[in-house]
């Protein structure tokens, strides 16, 4: 009969085996082979050292 040691290493080493696996398929699950692709382009800004003057 197994020592109570020997049970928890067991049980320890079954419990990472199950979450081990669980992790590597829900990471195969998220992967996905669709590209995307878009357009890109920097804005331009006008910067003013002094505000314009106030219209009266």
């Known amino acids: 009969m197994a020592t109570a040691t020997s049970r928890k290493f067991r049980a320890a080493l079954a419990g990472g085996l199950v979450l ?27 910067w003013s050292a002094t505000p314009p003057p106030p219209v009266w």
């Open 20 to 46: 081990g696996i669980g992790a590597v398929v829900t990471l195969a699950a998220w992967t996905d082979d669709e590209n995307a692709a878009g357009q890109f382009s920097a804005g331009t800004f006008t």
